[in-house]
């Protein structure tokens, strides 16, 4: 599977009201969706293993309390904890 930024997804929903959460186990997934993302203009936050646990948090908070942050990219090892 492809996640070409030339795809035709729908990004309708994304780009209106709606938040979403992709969740992985694996980094790289993340990078080949961010990397959609990012040609889409769609905004999001990232939480991977990589980051600080007060960067985890400053994310998390940006993507809850930030209306034009639409996605949370984030694996599953951190996403499971708390």
């Known amino acids: 599977m492809s996640f070409s930024p030339n795809s035709n997804y729908r990004t309708q929903a994304i780009t209106d ?3 979403s959460v992709v969740l992985s186990f694996w980094t790289t997934s ?3 969706i961010q990397k959609a993302l990012d040609a889409k203009g769609i905004r999001y936050v ?7 646990p007060s960067k985890r948090d400053a994310n998390l908070k940006l993507f ?3 209306d034009a942050v639409k996605v949370i990219l984030m694996t599953i ?3 499971g904890v708390g």
């Open 46 to 52: 990232r939480i991977d293993g990589s980051l600080s």
């Open 17 to 19: 009201s709606l938040h």
């Open 64 to 66: 809850r309390e930030d």
């Open 30 to 32: 993340l990078s080949m």
């Open 77 to 79: 090892s951190c996403g």
